[in-house]
């Protein structure tokens, strides 16, 4: 069993009663406004000094210690998902097509929670505690755009701490990983213009059909035969339309997919490749390919120093063989923003319960072991402790 200590177990129904407000009222990216509110209300009643509408609904909030010293960090990510919740739970989605399949309410809740524990605490700590509340993370959007709204300016933050619930783990366990932890994203954008015409006479016309086919076949060299054979890479193509009946050959062909890798400089020469064998392998069949490449996110990549940090942490909590040493995943988050501008550590804590009901992420049952709730907030708490130094 965790070794959870007291101050987490006195708040620990404070974390559930919140996780389950926050299931109850889910809201997607750029539109989470009671969540916001909520959030901001909790934090200015607690005396941090709370500034809103960084990336539409983006919350950051600062209290400093009683001396100087280094200042923490804290994330967690606000959105829900487009799906109808199918978990027949006290506690289900109230907003029909809306649900938190992923964690992000007991992420919420965690921070949120550490906020009010630490906030007792800074009068006698050196430094400074930062609390970043992202919306947009399901849409790898949300982080950029509170950068870009100014969120972190003026804050230079020493370390960073964030946790995420993770299904495919069973609670008990803490999932960490020095460097490259997750891939950066690109949304692909693809159109073949050919020339329409009968199905019947298909020499009379340019076919876009044939020419996607071609092209969708090809684009996967760049993974078995560009990605250098120690390196990885993603390329998925997701969504194909074309045409409006059977014996008709259309004008164009509009595809969409993604590109996952860990390394900027591969990412950018298979992005160049990506451009080369659309247009050239159209052209070769006389039709056109117009490719749109849109930049998501970077790579999520953990300071090796505070993953040692967590590290200890998580394994005094959890016992130490229960931390795993995970690979690193093909999924994204856009924390990478934050991760680049201040060292981080991104922890992902077991919550799968342990009858094996645990639907996976994104899924409409999903729902999780509320108790590994308690170890994230553990984590965090002594993480930033550590970092901050006093008592």
């Given at each position: 069993m965790p070794k959870i200590t007291s101050d987490v177990q006195q708040v620990f129904s404070d974390v559930v009663e919140l996780r389950r407000d926050l299931h109850r009222h889910p809201e997607l990216g750029f539109r989470e406004t009671r969540t916001s509110g909520l959030i901001a209300r909790r934090l200015e009643q607690l005396g941090y000094k709370v500034r809103t509408g960084f990336g539409k609904t983006g919350v950051v909030a600062t209290m400093a210690g009683g001396k100087p010293g280094k200042t923490v960090l804290l994330r967690a990510e606000i959105d829900a998902l487009p799906i109808q919740e199918q978990a027949e739970v006290v506690w289900k989605s109230e907003n029909p097509g809306v649900m938190h399949a992923c964690g992000h309410d007991a992420n919420t809740s965690i921070v949120l929670t550490a906020a009010a524990v630490l906030a007792r605490e800074m009068p006698s700590r050196p430094g400074n505690l930062c609390l970043v509340f992202q919306p947009a993370e399901e849409i790898l959007s949300g982080a950029e755009a509170m950068?870009?709204?100014?969120?972190l300016d003026g804050i230079k933050a020493d370390a960073a701490f964030a946790v995420h619930m993770q299904n495919d783990m069973p609670v008990g366990k803490v999932g960490l990983r020095s460097g490259p932890l997750m891939t950066s994203a690109d949304r692909l954008e693809l159109t073949i213009i050919g020339k329409g015409g009968h199905a019947a006479f298909p020499h009379q016309a340019h076919d876009p059909v044939m020419?996607?086919?071609?092209?969708?076949?090809?684009?996967?060299?760049?993974?078995?035969?560009?990605t250098p054979p120690l390196e990885m890479s993603v390329l998925t193509i997701t969504t194909l339309k074309a045409g409006t009946a059977f014996n008709i050959i259309p004008d164009t062909v509009e595809m969409s997919g993604t590109f996952r890798c860990y390394d900027d400089k591969l990412r950018e020469r298979l992005m160049e490749g990506f451009r080369r064998i659309s247009e050239q392998v159209a052209g070769a069949l006389r039709c056109r390919a117009e490719v749109r490449n849109h930049w998501l996110t970077p790579a999520v990549v953990n300071d090796p120093a505070l993953t040692k940090l967590v590290r200890g942490i998580a394994a005094d909590i959890v016992g130490e063989q229960e931390v795993i040493e995970i690979p690193p995943l093909t999924g994204s988050d856009d924390l990478a923003y934050f991760w680049q501008r201040v060292p981080g550590c991104y922890a992902f804590i077991g919550s799968a319960k342990l009858d094996?009901?645990?639907?996976?992420?994104?899924?409409?049952?999903?729902?999780?072991?509320?108790?590994?709730?308690?170890?994230?907030?553990?984590?965090?708490?002594?993480?930033?402790?550590?970092?901050l130094g006093g008592s």
């Open positions: 950068l870009k709204d100014g969120a020419a996607a086919v071609q092209v969708v076949s090809a684009l996967q060299t760049l993974v078995s035969r560009e094996g009901s645990a639907a996976p992420h994104h899924n409409a049952k999903f729902d999780i072991d509320e108790s590994a709730m308690a170890t994230g907030l553990d984590i965090l708490l002594r993480a930033a402790r550590e970092t």
